[in-house]
């Protein structure tokens, strides 16, 4: 695996677990033929082509390089896939509980790093998938891609469950089903022989080519500094106000809360004012989080700091599993009080961060970080946890992600899955974490937190629904009052 991938393994600590969460809601057809055991058999027809789920870390001797995946020969899906009970009424707070409670327990290093917990009765005879998984694994773009071959883009019959693989398109897949076969763990000479050769191609070809990509970029970002858009008030890192997301996470107990909104209403909102999904996105979660400190009487007058991932991905990387991701911290305006001027400046705003990435591509953090020796990628680690904890009011924020999912309906055995949500890990520079994925014409954000720290996530929650409505209305009087000067510059 890259640094960058054994990072989610060396940060893991018992207050801050790194896995990410992917949550299905089956609809009622696929919730009526669920059992565990053809559960069991799904998951066992799929693992042939999601090797992912079949892998375990090893280390590698004296830490030479990072550690390796191997297929585990002993994978237990007794132990990987799961059930519980949602508890009475089964409503969206008791699932959220559940979820939460799940998410609140590590994963065993020594298996494979993913569970996958089925829950049943929610919302009175519906199953819900909880796959837990290690971020080392796969960021948003590989998780996605994860799901699309782990569910069907099409109805298939619960016959081809029966004790063989789902057919495909692709014989060769289907040829050699998993059928439970895995590989022995390699000598210690094997692993050190081979972090031998892997440390070497780093120092010698990939971290100067590396370094001869950032001095490029940094050369020309001199003899051409990025424009700034936003001419608002703007914090960093170090001068963010202090919000209750501030902060390391205080304990391991975790908080699962999400909220759905109609895809198309924001698309209607974003034709409306000239603004894309993302914009409206910042803009209504700024909204949510003005609400929720003004309740607790924390609203800072500056803007909060936000960190908002985004994909570095190339063409050429885009099958490959594990973590292609950098950061852009973000002045989130929540000081802004009306819903239009909040939106027009998150637009502004990631309109300056999509041209920072662009600029800086191949010269991220993330790109040193891949190829560094695990010694320099854990004191980095080290270090700036340990600066954050010396600080107990250490200005954190929140990440807002923002992923386009699936277009169409995905199909669990015996009918569609009916929505889908996604959560990130939740970091010590980041209290709060925001995904935001859209789904079959919905948009969902998924809020995880540390449930010491942000007690009342349901309230943020209800918040997001309120932020958007506030914006849709005002966007449809301001499209309002802009339609005659738009007639006039037509004709």
């Known amino acids: 695996m890259t640094g960058y991938d054994a990072a989610f393994l060396y940060d893991e600590k018992p207050d801050e677990p790194q896995h990410t969460l992917k949550v299905s809601i089956w609809g009622p057809e696929a919730s009526a033929a669920y059992t565990l055991a053809r559960t069991r058999t799904f998951i066992r027809s799929r693992l042939h082509r999601l090797e992912l789920l079949r892998w375990r870390a090893v ?68 199953v819900v998938a909880v796959l837990k998984m290690s971020h080392a694994l796969a960021d948003g773009a590989a998780s996605k891609r994860l799901l699309e071959m782990l569910y069907a883009d099409q109805p298939f019959e619960l016959e081809d469950l029966d004790e063989r693989a789902h057919p495909t398109d692709d014989p060769q897949l289907d040829a050699h089903p998993w059928a439970g076969e895995g590989e022995a763990p390699p000598s210690g000479w094997t692993l050190f022989k081979d972090a031998a050769r892997d440390r070497a191609r780093a120092v010698t070809l990939e971290l100067p080519r590396v370094g001869r990509t950032t001095r490029a970029v940094q050369r020309a970002l001199h003899n051409s500094p990025i424009a700034r858009l936003y001419h608002g008030r703007r914090i960093s890192l170090l001068n963010s106000p202090p919000t209750p997301f501030s902060g390391p996470p205080p304990s391991a107990k975790r908080a699962f809360h999400f909220a759905t909104i109609p895809l198309g209403e924001v698309c209607e909102v974003g034709r409306a004012l000239d603004c894309t999904v993302t914009d409206v996105v910042l803009a209504t979660v700024a909204g949510a989080l003005r609400r929720y400190l003004g309740h607790h009487r924390a609203l800072p007058g500056l803007p909060i700091l936000a960190h908002m991932p985004a994909s570095i991905r190339t063409a050429e990387e885009a099958g490959e599993w594990g973590n292609r991701i950098t950061a852009r911290p973000l002045s989130l305006p929540t000081h802004i009080a009306d819903p ?82 996604s959560v990130g890990h939740v970091k010590y520079v980041a209290g709060l974490n925001c995904t935001v994925w859209s789904y079959d014409g919905k948009l969902n954000f998924g809020l995880y937190a540390c449930a010491d720290a942000v007690p009342d996530l349901a309230l943020l929650s209800d918040l997001i629904a309120r932020s958007f409505e506030d914006l849709r209305k005002a966007a449809e009087k301001e499209s309002t009052r802009l339609e005659p000067s738009r007639s006039r510059n037509t004709t």
């Open 340 to 421: 239009v001027e909040r939106l027009r400046a998150s637009s502004e705003i990631v309109r300056e961060a999509k041209e920072d990435l662009r600029r800086r591509q191949g010269a991220n953090v993330e790109d040193w970080l891949r190829w560094l020796p695990p010694y320099a990628a854990k004191g980095i680690g080290t270090l700036a946890r340990t600066f954050v904890r010396m600080r107990p009011h250490f200005p954190g924020g929140i990440t807002v992600t923002s992923v386009r999912g699936p277009e169409r309906a995905l199909h669990a055995p015996g009918g569609p899955v009916e929505n889908l949500i």
């Open 59 to 126: 280390r590698v001797p004296l830490d030479l390089y990072h550690p390796v995946w191997i297929e585990d020969r002993d994978l237990d899906l007794g132990h990987h896939v799961r059930r519980r009970a949602v508890p009475r009424p089964g409503g969206r707070d008791e699932l959220c509980e559940e979820i939460s409670d799940i998410a609140s327990r590590p994963l065993d290093p020594k298996r494979p790093l993913w569970e996958l917990w089925m829950l049943e009765g929610y919302e009175g005879d519906k």
